[in-house]
């Protein structure tokens, strides 16, 4: 029954719906849960890329990277990531979760200590548990509680790292870079930002969150960020100096020990990463998009929180309420997930709204209708 009323509304605002589709249960929904923030991973060009490589290398890599997985189409993206970067060497990796964890597992010992933004991936997460390090949590952006934690720690002779996310995922807040640079610069602190959320999205070219900040991307010691999110495509890598990416290439567990992503993958991503250079319309019109997000929210007294970029939760504390303000959405034809703990904190499950270049102001008009009605009713 609802179902039905569902298809008509859908067929009555079909012209409205010239959106990517997505398939769920075989209905095409309005999506707001895709990281494909730049609306990348069906562009022609990076379609066309993918193809042409395709029938150059074949679909799978057959190998792992130091075998014979390695090909000229990933050493073509790693010396484009390095340039745009301004990092001396960076090192494909098959997706974020094992560049991270391979980072900071095979970098770093029990001898060492390793500071992480409570909030970061879970991927750094378990790197740092892995490396047997002692590993020490500061809250979310905490940039005093992070000086005092290195503080304490003056007599340890061992290597130092930071670690945070440059735009957190669940969050869409900035870490505060500058400070965090400042702090780990001042403690001979390592500094490790994965800038997943931040590439291609921040920064005028897109280099990303310490641009935003007015640093240089290289301010870094070492920077990840998955091919999965703005790039639209599919591996990750990590850029740091030569010395660590070379050892990274002889220690690092989950680069050795798994397949080379695909050379038409890597193709693709070398597409994409033109024009994440070359097209700044698309973070304009990304950022216009957020603006007109948290203007249509505060009208209508949906409570946000100060996230300035394409992810905007709404924290709704109890999963059930999120789970069913997502059910109500979903009804209506949106795809808006509920994120829950241990995702994130206890009592602090939310829809997580994300935005993308795909959307139109009239796509944000209808989720908003919906919501008022979706928050208020749960
Ligand atoms: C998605 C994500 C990862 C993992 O990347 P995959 O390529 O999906 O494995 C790592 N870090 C952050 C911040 C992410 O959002």
Not at 235 to 249: D, M, N, P, R
Request: glycine share 6%.
């Amino acid at each position: 029954m609802l179902l039905t009323k569902l298809e008509e509304s859908l067929i009555q605002r079909k012209n409205n719906f010239e959106f990517r589709d997505h398939s769920v249960q075989g209905k095409n929904y309005l999506s707001f849960a895709t990281n494909d923030y730049l609306g990348l991973a069906n562009h022609p060009a990076v379609v066309s890329a993918c193809e042409n490589a395709l029938k150059k290398y074949g679909v799978g890599s057959s190998s792992a990277y130091l075998i014979a997985g390695y090909t000229k189409a990933h050493q073509e993206l790693e010396e484009a990531l390095a340039n745009f970067l301004g990092f001396k060497a960076t090192l494909v990796f098959s997706c974020g979760y094992m560049a991270n964890l391979g980072v900071v597992s095979s970098l770093f010992s029990k001898h060492d200590v390793i500071f992480a933004d409570k909030l970061s991936h879970a991927s750094l997460i378990d790197g740092a548990i892995a490396s047997k390090a002692n590993f020490k949590r500061y809250p979310h952006c905490d940039v005093n509680s992070l000086n005092n934690l290195c503080e304490l720690d003056q007599q340890s002779n061992g290597n130092k790292l930071i670690i945070t996310e440059g735009v957190f995922g669940m969050d869409g807040t900035v870490a505060p870079l500058k400070e965090i640079s400042a702090i780990s610069k001042r403690n001979n602190a390592m500094l490790l930002v994965d800038d997943t959320h931040g590439i291609g999205i921040l920064g005028h070219e897109g280099q990303g969150s310490l641009k935003a900040c007015n640093l240089e991307s290289n301010c870094a010691d070492i920077l990840t960020s998955s091919f999965g999110k703005a790039f639209g495509t599919y591996g990750a890598f990590v850029a740091s100096s030569h010395v660590i990416i070379e050892s990274l290439k002889q220690f690092a567990r989950t680069y050795l020990y798994t397949t080379a992503i695909p050379p038409a993958i890597a193709s693709a991503t070398l597409a994409s990463l033109n024009i994440i250079q070359t097209e700044n319309w698309r973070r304009q019109k990304l950022l216009e998009l957020v603006q007109y997000f948290r203007l249509c929210a505060n009208q209508l007294g949906i409570p946000l929180t100060s996230s300035q970029t394409a992810i905007q939760p709404i924290i709704l504390g109890s999963s059930e309420k999120a789970l069913r303000v997502s059910q109500y959405l979903q009804e209506r034809g949106l795809v808006v997930k509920a994120i829950r703990p241990p995702t994130v904190p206890f009592a602090s499950a939310r829809i997580r709204i994300s935005l993308t270049v795909q959307h139109q102001k009239h796509h944000i008009d209808y989720l908003m209708e919906n919501l008022v009605h979706a928050i208020n009713s749960a």
